[in-house]
Nanobody, 116 residues
């Protein structure tokens, strides 16, 4: 499984961005996808997860009510709509996919920078 993220960039506080993650390869082998992020000097943290069927499993408390995860199964793509962005949302955002036997796949990441 290969994962390619896009949509990162520089935005002012209060602005919005939409990240995309396109999966290719043996996509039949995954059942959960999600977004992680890693800010400079911090550990990678889980942001949101969704099943490939579209059921949302998790939002981090820090992004709930501001971020929305969604999936477009036909395109094997997930999205992260990020609204009301804050400087503390600045991080590299990574797409993640998990198989039923817990094999994990990662994208290379996309940088989101929120200026104050």
């Amino acid at each position: 499984v290969q994962l390619v993220e896009s949509g990162g960039g520089l935005v002012q506080a209060g602005g919005s961005l939409r990240l995309s993650c396109a999966a290719s390869g043996s996509t039949f082998s995954i059942n959960v996808m999600g977004w992680y992020r890693q800010a400079p000097g911090k550990q990678r943290e889980l942001v949101a997860t969704i099943t490939t069927g579209g059921r949302i499993l998790y939002y981090a408390r820090s992004v709930k009510d501001r971020f929305t995860i969604s999936t477009e199964n036909v395109k094997n793509t997930i999205y992260l709509q990020m609204n009301s962005l804050k400087p503390e949302d600045t991080a590299v955002y990574y797409c993640n996919a998990v198989s039923p036997d817990d094999i994990r796949y990662w994208g290379k990441g996309t940088l989101v920078t929120v200026s104050s």
